[in-house]
């Protein structure tokens, strides 16, 4: 059973940064692919960024590009997400997502597993 639990969201200022983790549990070790996705209200969900188990295949959406970094830790299967230079549209909930196998790992990877979310609120 796969679990996702995310942590460090919180209210920032403009300008700001903020990392974001996301802790794997029951993934499948050596080929997982994790990514973070964010969801405004009344907006449709984005995918934000995405990495594979050995951090080669790295995939960043082009709002986000330059500004965020996702990283793994694949000892401990933990996915961060710095995010710096935040602006208000980057306020939204974020969710960590991941699946156990996959022919290859990007934001248009098929996610089976989600986390609860944590929220980021920039002002």
């Known amino acids: 059973h796969v679990q996702l639990v995310e942590s460090g969201g919180g209210s920032v200022q403009e300008g700001g940064s903020r990392r974001l983790s996301c802790a794997a549990s029951?993934?499948?070790?050596?080929?997982?692919?994790m990514a973070w996705f964010r969801q405004a209200p009344g907006k449709e969900r984005e995918g934000v960024a995405s990495?594979?188990?050995?951090?080669?295949?790295?995939t960043y959406a082009d709002s986000v590009r330059g500004r965020f970094t996702i990283s793994i830790d694949n000892t401990k299967a933990i996915a961060y997400l710095q995010m710096s230079s935040l602006k208000p549209e980057d306020t939204a909930m974020y969710s960590c997502?991941?699946?156990?196998?996959?022919?290859?790992?990007?934001?248009?990877?098929?996610?089976?597993?989600w986390g609860q979310g944590t929220q980021v609120t920039v002002s």
């Open positions: 990495i594979d188990f050995y951090g080669d295949a790295i």
């Open positions: 029951g993934v499948t070790y050596g080929t997982y692919c």
């Open positions: 997502a991941a699946v156990s196998v996959a022919p290859r790992c990007g934001l248009d990877t098929h996610f089976n597993e």
